[in-house]
């Protein structure tokens, strides 16, 4: 864990953060989320729990670490709605916002997802939990679903019980005595526990102006104090078991949730926390920088209060001091764009709607750098963005040449930052520094609202910076390595509405750019390498149609340069491959050609109903391919499909793939998708031409170790031969780029035994060898 970080205020601070694992195991997936926008909060032993909308995770009181719970741990879903825990049973239940629920019972997860996968009309969200006897009360968006923990099933659902046999939508329960007190939409229902038939309507009653109650609204009620204390648009009443009275005449509340619990009263307010005793003594925690959007709180034995905050995460006031727990992730998981430079991964949060217009993002920039999060937005007061509109960061490139950092925005045009002191520069339409340019059609023709609209950049070999700028006159600009500019016009393709997308730049210096507005396929321009010389210029739209390129969809979605110089592409209709890409102005035949791949017994085209949003290219030239259902990881010809990958056989966090990117010196996978960022340890890393920082792990490998043994730092696609101590050849294998992989067992598919054995790796003309030892204990 980090050490925790005290901050010098009016109170002491304390902000705890929990360090994640260093290395991903090979075959691995870790999560990057954000944990701070919590929801719900419950105690469990030693344990506090939070719910977040990424997830779950809990501080550990005793040890003081923070461990978040996902996916990978066996967890259904994502974005939780509430949780809550019964002692008797032993029992935490966690459900989520699309009616999904876990049950967590002696270290097991059991999933139920029955209201998930039931034909409801409306929403199924699950807003409380209420444990009552034998049974958990899940209060939903379309009534009450009673759970029975001693038998493990489903009891009953209570959907019609408004006063007309409505649906009413349901917020909170309360128990006392033998009645059952619903917060619903429709204001207080009562009925008695245990009556014959709940499902019927008039087994219910609303209480209205006749109980000193209008029927309106309720959103959360609970017993205290022999008392029914409920909230009914944002006053406090107090039901006696006859009739209500307001808790104090003319005072609004904003009450967001109640709790009772060692005898006191503790509601959570958009303003912050009232905490009330059994004597009617009153005691407030208001709202601040600490503790902003509290959701639910609640309290220990020794008084300390938690509070699930949805900007914050879990807070507290443990020890006197004011204090937030969460552990480290990106500030949001928006993941429109993943870049890598070296170790250190770049994320762009922003993104376009379905025709390109803005959605209005500002999360801004996240780096993770030495397992490290960190934001780059007006929130965190990166300097120099407080003063920048820099709505849809859609892109980020790193300089080769001094590390500085460029983002676009699809409104506040380009930015240049260092990553320890903020922008160092901003380019727009109207600065005279650039060649970039607005787009005035963007808002009904209004020349008073303008966008600079920056959509993707590349750096070429000699360290200039290609950038896309959709909407001007000139949509294609480039920023020289001596920081000059010039830009490119490509005449009717400039004035026809074109998006200039995404960039790549091809081993011979010609520029990819997807044409992303529709059917129009992608622009190939060559500058001859004479970029202030226009004269000698050319492009050319590469299209469907043989001759033209020979797409086989003009809708492109992602575009990849791999190891061999060929450009794969991803259409609407799967993927294609230009073999020749230095043949697109020659003249001769450059046409695609779509991969033909074996499918249970059938031939067809690789990937030819899906669309592919994303490519990514490993260290063994292999393919990572995304789509609107999973990832594909395919063979260097792509005619091989090595692995797939989806939410119904991993922890991928979502179907939706919008970016990948690989760090080719560890083989780790960063995959974006639509609910954030997860990454896998893959088996290629990046070769070398020479030997270089050779590392055997595990080493030694433990009695008790399953996984893959890897072998990194190796010569490219290096010859790897394992031998016993004495010569005998007990397994051979071919480098995935710079990285072999043993599985710790002979030929025979049996365990080797345990001894100290000899890895031999060498290039094809053993120009280039190296023997490193490995102790194995069986």
Not at 103 to 119: A, C, F, Q, Y
Not at 242 to 263: A, F, H
Not at 559 to 585: H, M, Q, R, S
Request: with cysteine; charged share 20%.
């Amino acid at each position: 864990m980090r050490l925790p970080i005290l901050l010098s205020t009016s109170l002491l601070i304390l902000t705890i953060t929990a360090a994640y694992s260093q290395d991903v195991a090979i075959g691995q997936w870790k999560v990057h989320l954000p944990y701070n926008q919590g929801t719900s909060v419950v105690q469990v032993n030693d344990l506090i729990y939070c719910g977040t909308q990424s997830g779950l995770f809990y501080y550990n009181t005793t040890d003081n670490s923070i461990n978040r719970l996902s996916k990978i741990d066996g967890f259904s879903d994502l974005a939780i709605n509430a949780i809550n825990y019964d002692k008797d049973y032993n029992i935490l239940i966690i459900a989520y916002s699309n009616g999904n629920i876990d049950l967590v019972k002696d270290n097991k997860i059991t999933n139920l997802p029955e209201i998930k996968d039931k034909m409801i009309p409306g929403t199924k969200e699950i807003h409380k939990i209420i444990f009552n006897n034998n049974y958990a009360y899940l209060c939903c968006s379309f009534g009450i679903v009673v759970y029975d923990m001693q038998n493990n099933e489903f009891k009953e659902s209570y959907i019609n019980f408004g006063p007309d046999g409505e649906s009413p939508e349901v917020f909170d329960l309360a128990f006392q005595d033998s009645s059952i007190f619903a917060a619903t939409d429709l204001g207080i229902l009562e009925a008695n526990k245990y009556s014959f038939n709940l499902l019927d309507y008039k087994s219910w009653t609303l209480h209205d102006d006749a109980k000193n109650i209008p029927a309106k609204s309720s959103n959360a009620i609970v017993s205290f104090n022999d008392s029914i204390y409920a909230n009914v648009e944002d006053s406090l009443y107090i039901y006696n078991g006859n009739t209500w009275r307001g808790y104090i005449s003319g005072e609004s509340w904003e009450i967001l949730s109640m709790n009772s619990m060692y005898n006191k009263l503790l509601i959570t307010k958009a303003n912050g926390i009232e905490i009330i005793d059994s004597t009617n003594n009153r005691e407030e925690i208001s709202t601040d920088w600490y503790m902003p959007d509290p959701q639910e709180c609640i309290m220990n034995e020794e008084g300390v209060i938690w509070i699930a905050d949805f900007i914050q995460g879990l807070c507290s006031n443990e020890s006197g001091t004011r204090r937030i727990y969460r552990p480290d992730g990106p500030a949001s998981n928006e993941a429109y764009y993943i870049s890598i430079s070296g170790n250190d991964v770049w994320v762009a949060s922003g993104g376009v709607d379905n025709i390109w217009g803005n959605i209005w993002n500002n999360d801004g920039l996240f780096s993770y750098i030495d397992d490290d999060w960190k934001p780059y937005n007006r929130s965190n007061k990166t300097p120099g963005l407080d003063t920048i509109n820099y709505t849809d960061l859609v892109t980020v490139a790193v300089s080769p040449k001094n590390g500085n950092i460029f983002t676009g925005s699809m409104y506040g045009g380009l930015i240049e930052l260092d990553k320890d002191k903020g922008v160092l520069n901003h380019y727009t339409g109207d600065d005279n520094k650039s060649t970039l340019d607005w787009q005035f059609n963007l808002f009904e023709k209004d020349s008073t609202k303008k966008a600079c609209r920056i959509f993707s950049l590349a750096f070429d070999d000699n360290n200039n910076l290609w950038i896309s700028n959709i909407g001007a006159t000139s949509p294609l600009s480039v920023l020289r390595s001596n920081d000059t500019w010039e830009s490119f016009d490509f005449g009717n393709i400039s004035d026809g509405g074109y998006m200039f997308a995404d960039i790549i730049i091809d081993d011979n210096d010609q520029k990819w750019i997807l044409l992303g507005s529709g059917e129009e396929g992608i622009l190939v321009f060559d500058d001859n390498n004479t970029i202030a010389d226009k004269t000698d210029d050319q492009f050319t739209i590469v299209s469907k149609g043989e001759g033209n390129g020979n797409l086989p969809s003009n809708g492109v979605h992602s575009i990849a340069k791999d190891l061999n110089g060929e450009i794969w592409v991803g259409t609407d209709e799967g993927i294609t491959v230009f073999y020749a890409p230095y043949l697109v102005f020659s003249g001769d035949n450059f046409d695609a050609q779509q991969i033909f791949v074996e499918q249970d017994g059938y031939t067809a085209y690789l990937l030819e109903t899906e669309t592919v949003t994303a490519i990514a290219v490993d260290g063994a030239n292999r393919k990572w391919l995304g789509t609107y259902n999973g990832i594909w990881l395919v063979s260097e010809d792509g005619t091989e499909v090595i692995q797939q990958f989806n939410t119904d056989n991993s922890p991928l966090l979502s179907n939706n793939i919008t970016s990948i990117a690989i760090n080719n010196s560890t083989g780790e996978v960063f995959i974006g998708t639509d609910q954030g960022i997860i990454s896998y340890r893959s088996t290629a890393t990046e070769g070398q031409t020479t030997h270089q920082n050779v590392l055997v792990y595990p080493n030694p490998v433990r009695e008790n170790f399953t996984g893959d043994i890897a072998i990194k730092g190796l010569v490219e696609n290096a010859n790897v031969k394992i031998t016993d101590i004495s010569g005998n050849m007990i397994y051979e294998t071919t480098a995935l780029g710079g990285q072999a992989i043993w599985n710790g067992k002979n030929y025979n598919g049996d365990r080797a035994q345990t001894g100290v054995y000899l890895i031999f790796s060498s290039n094809d003309d053993g120009s280039e060898t190296y023997v490193a030892k490995l102790l194995f204990i069986n």
